[in-house]
């Protein structure tokens, strides 16, 4: 029954992300905001806010910031693989697709990050400010930087998000006022957040029955879960041919997510969120720390239009590295 009561929470988490991205999208065309912060920034946050809400709760409500830190890790790796998957897919189509520089540059950003985790774990980089860890500072500081340059990127994010306006006028967007949007906004984000604990605590006794480690079961049942709002999203929008917002929307999640990891730390004060006591939390972030940088390669080799191979081979190392990960 609990895992009927998990697949059913977990379908009501996406649609809800889902209907809440819409409403985004609704509000990028009715205001005057950056078209570039909205999409690289605001889509993508709102996309993880089930990573977000579920983090919190894992550690605020149930003590549990294994749970926390294999969700944001899981989601992560997870969103690569996706991505992966529809790159060779849809090879053709990528590789015709014009790709914003700063997508690159986001995803470098995410690997900065992983190395100060990393440093954290071997106890480089281990110090506090009162009960924040200087490694959640540094993270604060670096999404602050990946933020800029989404912001000052304008290339091709604005034409592509444009575009996909221009494709999804409905006669709801042309009688909805402003006011109407963001109420129905606040109501979805409210369901939202009851969903998002919800499958939290299901999760939580899910480990307990199973007795899997919080890590394992945070990247599997948690990081899967939470990031089929992204899968969703990129699935359509790559129907449409449209792989610059599918990429931006991925690897700003990622980014995102990691600064999740800030704000769990400064509401946590009981500990530190960052617990590598069990191998998978370790696996998660040495996979995950080589499947983005199969995709730096990746975005790469395609701004620079070389050996189709690379980029397959690439995309084939991401999906790899994750079932390496299920299977160790």
Same mark, same amino acid.
């Given at each position: 029954?609990?895992?009927?009561?998990?697949?059913?929470?977990?379908?009501?988490?996406?649609?809800?992300?889902?209907?809440?991205?819409?409403?985004?999208?609704?509000?990028?065309?009715?205001?005057?905001?950056?078209?570039?912060?909205?999409?690289?920034?605001?889509?993508?946050?709102?996309?993880?806010?089930?990573?977000?809400?579920?983090?919190?709760?894992?550690?605020?409500?149930?003590?549990?910031?294994?749970?926390?830190?294999?969700?944001?890790?899981?989601?992560?790796?997870?969103? %690569? #693989?996706?991505?992966? !998957?529809? /790159?060779? @897919?849809? =090879?053709?189509?990528?590789?015709?697709?014009?790709? *914003? +520089? &700063?997508?690159?540059?986001?995803?470098?950003?995410?690997?900065?990050?992983?190395?100060?985790?990393?440093?954290?774990?071997?106890?480089?980089?281990?110090?506090?400010?009162?009960?924040?860890?200087?490694?959640?500072?540094?993270?604060?500081?670096?999404?602050?930087?990946?933020?800029?340059?989404?912001?000052?990127?304008?290339?091709?994010?604005?034409?592509?998000?444009?575009?996909?306006?221009?494709?999804?006028?409905?006669?709801?967007?042309?009688? %909805? #006022?402003?006011?109407? !949007?963001? /109420?129905? @906004?606040? =109501?979805?984000?409210?369901?939202?957040?009851?969903? *998002? +604990? &919800?499958?939290?605590?299901?999760?939580?006794?899910?480990?307990?029955?199973?007795?899997?480690?919080?890590?394992?079961?945070?990247?599997?049942?948690?990081?899967?879960?939470?990031?089929?709002?992204?899968?969703?999203?990129?699935?359509?929008?790559?129907?449409?041919?449209?792989?610059?917002?599918?990429?931006?929307?991925?690897?700003?999640?990622?980014?995102?997510?990691?600064?999740?990891?800030?704000?769990?730390?400064?509401?946590?004060?009981?500990?530190?969120?960052?617990?590598?006591?069990?191998?998978?939390?370790?696996?998660?972030?040495?996979?995950?720390?080589?499947?983005? +940088?199969?995709?730096?390669?990746?975005?790469?080799?395609?701004?620079?239009?070389?050996?189709?191979?690379?980029?397959?081979?690439?995309?084939?190392?991401?999906?790899?590295?994750?079932?390496?990960?299920?299977?160790?």
């Amino acid at each position: 029954m609990i895992y009927l009561i998990y697949f059913v929470v977990a379908i009501l988490v996406v649609l809800l992300s889902i209907k809440a991205a819409y409403y985004v999208d609704l509000i990028d065309k009715t205001t005057n905001l950056s078209g570039a912060f909205i999409g690289g920034v605001l889509l993508s946050a709102v996309t993880s806010l089930p990573e977000l809400l579920t983090s919190i709760s894992a550690t605020m409500f149930f003590d549990n910031s294994g749970l926390a830190l294999g969700n944001i890790l899981g989601s992560n790796i997870f969103n %690569l #693989t996706t991505l992966s !998957i529809l /790159i060779l @897919f849809s =090879f053709s189509t990528f590789k015709k697709s014009k790709v *914003s +520089i &700063s997508h690159k540059h986001t995803a470098v950003y995410t690997l900065i990050i992983y190395i100060i985790i990393i440093l954290n774990m071997y106890k480089i980089l281990d110090l506090n400010i009162l009960t924040v860890s200087c490694t959640s500072i540094f993270i604060l500081i670096i999404y602050v930087l990946g933020v800029k340059s989404m912001i000052n990127d304008n290339s091709e994010k604005d034409m592509a998000f444009e575009e996909i306006a221009n494709d999804t006028v409905t006669e709801e967007e042309c009688s %909805l #006022t402003l006011k109407q !949007i963001i /109420i129905r @906004f606040i =109501f979805t984000s409210i369901g939202l957040v009851i969903a *998002s +604990i &919800s499958i939290t605590y299901v999760t939580d006794i899910i480990s307990v029955r199973l007795n899997m480690s919080a890590s394992l079961v945070g990247a599997l049942l948690l990081g899967i879960a939470t990031s089929l709002p992204e899968v969703s999203s990129s699935i359509s929008l790559v129907r449409m041919g449209n792989f610059n917002v599918t990429v931006g929307n991925i690897v700003g999640s990622n980014l995102f997510n990691f600064l999740i990891l800030f704000v769990v730390d400064v509401l946590y004060i009981k500990g530190s969120i960052y617990n590598f006591g069990d191998k998978q939390s370790k696996n998660l972030l040495f996979f995950g720390m080589i499947s983005t +940088i199969l995709m730096i390669v990746i975005l790469k080799s395609k701004k620079e239009k070389t050996n189709k191979y690379i980029i397959i081979g690439s995309a084939l190392g991401v999906i790899i590295s994750y079932i390496m990960f299920l299977s160790i």
